[in-house]
């Protein structure tokens, strides 16, 4: 009960609108519906992945306030595929919420087992961008995702920081803010497997806030992406 709370706190802070109609993809490794801690009536469909890509995408059009994809760029051969027919079935002022893995995320560097590779420092052995004839799975640097997103036509994107990870969200941080209390006194690093850690993974956050590329390792990243304007007015959760 204690992890389902924890993962609850992904979403649960997000303003959904009253009523809103939201499908949530389903990666090959990862169910989402419990992340969604919210009320307000709101109607939730969900959709494995390549169920999502090969046929719902077809007839769903301008259909959804929200679809929220966790891991789920991870999980496809191509992204930009999967993030078009995303805009094609969300409503014109509709949003896709996109949860990520980071390339660079801090725990990869402390000894955490890297995703989608078998080891560790795989995903830092990779660091080639995605392309249509280089398709395999794989983690993507923050501005590779946001390259996606606009080249799909997703202009206007909120980014925010995620720690230890999406399972255990204590800290979601606004790209455009920077902590300013000291992260070895407010943050615990968690790990699937702490046996090869060697890292104290809260004193390098705090190094990387004074020379300002906290955000650059942050180990997941949420999403906020939509064709309107959107307010920028939360800033930590």
């Keep these: 009960e204690v992890d389902n709370f924890m993962s609850n706190g992904l979403l649960a ?5 009253s009523e809103a109609k939201i499908l949530i ?13 919210c009320g307000n009536n709101i ?3 969900s959709s494995d992945l390549d169920t999502f890509i090969n046929s719902y995408s077809r007839y769903a059009t301008n259909l959804y306030d929200y679809i929220i994809g966790i891991l789920a760029i991870e999980n496809v051969d191509n992204p930009v595929d999967l993030l078009l027919k995303t805009r094609k079935c969300l409503k014109p002022t509709g949003k896709l919420i996109l949860v990520t893995d980071n390339k660079l995320g801090l725990r990869y560097f402390c000894g955490e087992k890297t995703l989608n590779y078998n080891g560790f ?3 830092l052995n990779a660091l080639s961008s995605f392309s249509e004839s280089n ?16 080249s799909c036509g997703f202009n ?3 980014c925010y920081s995620i720690l230890p990870n999406l399972y255990k969200p204590q800290l979601i941080f606004n790209e455009n803010y920077t902590p300013t209390e000291k992260m ?4 615990i690093p968690y790990y699937e497997d ?16 004074k020379n300002n590329v906290f955000h650059e390792f942050a180990n997941n990243y949420l999403f906020e992406c939509s064709n309107f304007p959107l307010e920028s007015n939360i800033f930590q959760i």
């Excluded at 983690?139 to 390259?147: M, S």
């Excluded at 070895?184 to 943050?187: A, K």
């Design 121 to 123: 420092f795989g995903n």
């Design 194 to 209: 702490s046996d090869n850690i060697f890292l104290d993974e809260a004193k390098i956050y705090d190094a990387l806030i």
């Design 135 to 150: 398709n395999t799975k794989k983690n993507f640097l923050k501005a590779e995702i946001k390259d996606f997103l606009c």
């Design 156 to 158: 206007n994107i909120n």
């Design 25 to 37: 993809l389903n990666s090959r490794n990862n169910s989402t519906n419990y992340f969604l801690g």
């Design 184 to 187: 070895e006194n407010r943050y």
């Design 13 to 17: 802070w997000y303003p959904f609108s």
């Design 43 to 45: 109607n939730i469909e």
